[in-house]
């Protein structure tokens, strides 16, 4: 038993549901990426002329029934009306806009194929050797030379080295780490000064006395530092220091009495204490 048939089996027993369909669309994305097939129709070649000079539309397998109609612009509501479509005797084929829509499941029989149309719900199967349309002018004639999905996914390693499960049941999956990376982090700076406060004090001093405190400021943060000190009655004698021993004082700070704030801004980076 293999892959496709237990495919089959599921999606049979699972019924035309709007769900089945969306399971179905996914095996047909699914195919393209693990397997490497390709679509079984052609919107830029519609139709071509067989070996038996007859005009057929470009799909997989040739079982898929349906009309050929032109689409108009006038719709009334969900209603689309159509028209017959004419040849064109230049190309021999259908006049240009003609589509083919295939039939309803009620007057459908064809199983295949799920790279032709998964929205039909009787559709539930690849094509194989035996309902596949070489002829067709599709991608998957032109680069998998003209064989059929299902002939290219069973020489797949995904179906060669998996035996048929007898219950239908999923294995477990197993995940192997391939290779380990190391951890990358990213620091986000904030030039707008809505963030990174480090550290801040709030204390009632009385007359003539001091504070006297250390901030430390590693050399990821230090870009752009700004100190901050406010007061109450009168503007402090303000001493800052960095690590080198250069002393700020209270004339490198910006002053405004209204707002009782004074500001320290220190361009570049900050100086770290290399021995802490």
């Given at each position: 038993m293999s892959f496709r048939t237990r495919f089959s089996i599921k999606m049979a027993v699972a019924g035309p549901s709007r769900a089945n369909r969306g399971g179905r669309v996914f095996v047909h994305e699914w195919a393209h990426l693990r397997w490497g097939v390709y679509d079984e129709y052609n919107e830029d070649k519609p139709y071509y002329v067989s070996g038996n000079s007859k005009v057929e539309a470009t799909r997989c397998s040739l079982d898929i029934l349906g009309i050929n109609v032109m689409k108009t612009s006038e719709c009334y509501g969900e209603s689309c009306p159509t028209k017959a479509c004419y040849f064109d005797s230049a190309t021999g084929l259908y006049e240009e806009g003609c589509v083919f829509l295939p039939y309803t499941s009620t007057f459908q029989f064809s199983q295949e194929s799920i790279m032709y149309t998964p929205a039909l719900s009787t559709v539930n199967d690849f094509c194989d050797s035996n309902t596949h349309n070489t002829e067709a002018p599709n991608l998957q004639n032109r680069m998998c030379n003209f064989r059929s999905t299902w002939d290219v996914i069973k020489d797949s390693t995904d179906i060669s080295s998996s035996p048929p499960r007898p219950?239908?049941?999923?294995?477990?999956?197993?995940f192997t780490l391939m290779q380990y990376r190391d951890r990358g982090i990213t620091v986000v700076r904030d030039v707008s000064g809505s963030m990174i406060m480090l550290e801040s004090l709030d204390l009632d001093l009385k007359p003539r006395a001091c504070l006297n405190?250390?901030?430390?400021?590693?050399r990821t943060v230090g870009n752009d530092t700004l100190f901050m000190v406010t007061w109450q009655t009168a503007i402090p004698d303000i001493h800052l220091q960095d690590p080198e021993g250069i002393i700020y004082t209270q004339a490198q700070f910006s002053s405004t009495a209204t707002s009782k704030l004074s500001t320290l801004q220190l361009s570049g980076t900050a100086k770290?204490?290399?021995d802490v």
């Open positions: 219950d239908f049941s999923p294995p477990v999956p197993s405190g250390t901030i430390f400021i590693d770290v204490m290399d």
